[in-house]
DNA sequence: ATGATTGTATTATATAGATAATACACTTAT
DNA sequence: ATAAGTGTATTATCTATATAATACAATCAT
């Protein structure tokens, strides 16, 4: 899976939010360890203080924990990861009904919008 | 209305984006007058150069033109806005189901997470 | 023991974004 | 004519990001 990094955005915040991802949707499971700051700093082709700084914004949110000399590891606190998950989600639902309302549509305009783009994958 | 800014992107996209929407969605009429340069900084609490930045981003669009001494005007090509609305929606579609399915959502979870989501507006 | 690998910390440099303070040429209203 | 208000441009300064190049103590495999 490629990164995907744009510039009009803090690189560290994508990249924590995409590992964020991977995590609440079982990517890394629960207590698994994660490939080290230097690894994933060449994969995201990064600077490795970049990453770190990425990381560091998961320990705050408590979604991973390191052992300083052996690596990181996803929390195996898994109502930890299902209540992130779905505050992710519910905020998504939210920012989007909002954008939407922003453009001037409806509640029901939204809702048919959503019906046209069912087949549309991708 | 506030202009609700944050610091985790770049103030000039975000009032640009502010704008944009104001424009696609009826705020700003077509051919009308929008307020100065100093005006909209002053009540965006923003540098005059943050905000005259914003509207080059606007003008780059087509969605606004200035006449230099006498100020900046909506664009008069309708199709251009109701255009750029649609488009601006479609990618609002597309960013949210692309977000759900990453957090692993299937499409048939997203559509019952909508119908949850019904009556919650604000 | 040795060497490689862990997270972490430090220092320096470069760039983008934001603010501040002006300045200019040109309308418009008075 | 004068003064105020347009968009636009310039210069300087400050901060946050990002990169680069190291460094260190602790673990782990060999």
């Known amino acids: 899976m490629p990164w995907n990094l744009n510039n009009d ?7 924590m939010e995409r590992i964020q991802k ?3 949707s079982g990517v890394y499971p ?7 700051v230097r690894e994933l700093a060449l994969e995201a082709a990064v600077n ?3 990453m770190q700084k990425a990381l560091s914004e998961l320990e705050r ?12 590891f996803i929390t195996e606190d898994e109502s930890l990861l299902k209540q992130t998950r779905m505050q992710l989600a ?4 939210r920012d989007f009904f909002h954008h ?10 939204i809702l048919e919008f959503i019906k046209e783009t069912e087949g549309g994958g991708k």
Chains 1, 2 share one sequence.
């Not at 955005?9 to 990249?15: K, N, S, T």
């Not at 629960?30 to 080290?36: D, E, K, L, V």
């Not at 949110?61 to 990181?72: A, D, Q």
């Open 61 to 72: 949110c408590g979604l991973v924990y390191s052992l300083r000399t052996s690596g990181r």
């Open 9 to 15: 955005r803090p690189i560290y915040l994508q990249i």
């Open 90 to 93: 519910s905020g998504h639902i």
């Open 48 to 50: 490795p203080n970049t």
């Open 30 to 36: 629960p207590g698994s360890r994660i490939p080290s």
């Open 100 to 109: 939407m309302e922003q453009l001037g549509f409806t509640h029901e305009e």
């Open 22 to 24: 991977d995590i609440v």
